[in-house]
T-cell receptor, first 111, second 115 residues
Framework: QQQVRQSPQSLTVWEGETAILNCSYE??????FPWYWQFPRESPALLIA?????NKKEDGRFTIFFNKREKKLSLHITDSQPGDSATYFC??????????FGSGTKLTVEP | DPKIIQKPKYLVAVTGSEKILICEQY?????MYWYRQSAKKPLEFMFS???????DNQTASSRFQPQSSKKNHLDLQITALKPDDSATYFC??????????????FGPGTRLLVL
């Protein structure tokens, strides 16, 4: 059973638009939700993360919206730039720090 | 300077052989992990170690054996290699296991191809 699900699988937006990446999870004990991004031929790197005590986490153009009741979260990227083109992974973990990753959303930002 | 070193960067092996993937971290972290990434399963947790002790194992096959000779080393031995083992293997580390701000940092990966 997949613990973390992501949609869409791929997404293309124009430069300046807002990209919305979706994530849902199964395990209600998850208490930390990092988003990682990965550029081609590179390793995943932490982008932004949220804990259930908050329903929103903002870092510059990147914002996580979190809905604990529905077990859903989304990553919004405003004013998207071509340099944001990457694969974005939603992950979740409980206090044992085993990261369960979704299958990723490949974002392409067209200039 | 790279903080997490993985060796080799690329590895080609024949079916049935055995290989060891090396990971060293110089972040002063106490927890280390192995993940696998392939076309079939994008990022899959394999093992976690804390203070050189195995904490979590979600790898069904005993052909995969982590080895920790030092606190900042976590190697991965893979025996009886199969073509399905072809993947990129990422080592990661964090300050500790289960801490509130416990970001995991990933190494550059070892890309394994089994023929």
């Amino acid at each position: 059973q997949q613990q973390v699900r992501q949609s869409p699988q791929s997404l293309t937006v124009w430069e300046g638009e807002t990209a919305i990446l979706n994530c849902s999870y199964e395990d209600s004990t998850f208490d930390y939700f990092p988003w990682y991004w990965q550029f081609p031929r590179e390793s995943p790197a932490l982008l932004i993360a949220i804990r259930p005590v908050s329903n929103k986490k903002e870092d510059g153009r990147f914002t996580i919206f979190f809905n604990k009741r529905e077990k859903k979260l989304s990553l919004h990227i405003t004013d998207s730039q071509p340099g944001d083109s990457a694969t974005y992974f939603c992950a979740a973990t409980s206090n044992y720090n085993v990261l369960y990753f979704g299958s990723g959303t490949k974002l392409t930002v067209e200039p | 300077d790279p903080k997490i070193i993985q060796k080799p960067k690329y590895l080609v092996a024949v079916t049935g052989s055995e290989k060891i993937l090396i990971c060293e971290q110089y972040l002063g972290h106490n927890a280390m992990y192995w993940y696998r990434q392939s076309a079939k399963k994008p990022l899959e947790f394999m093992f976690s170690y804390s203070y050189q002790k195995l904490m979590d194992n979600q790898t069904a096959s005993s052909r995969f054996q982590p080895q920790s000779s030092k606190k900042n080393h976590l190697d991965l031995q893979i025996t009886a290699l199969k073509p399905d083992d072809s993947a990129t293997y990422f080592c990661a580390s964090s300050q500790d296991r289960g801490g509130l701000q416990d970001t995991q940092y990933f190494g550059p990966g070892t890309r394994l191809l089994v023929l």
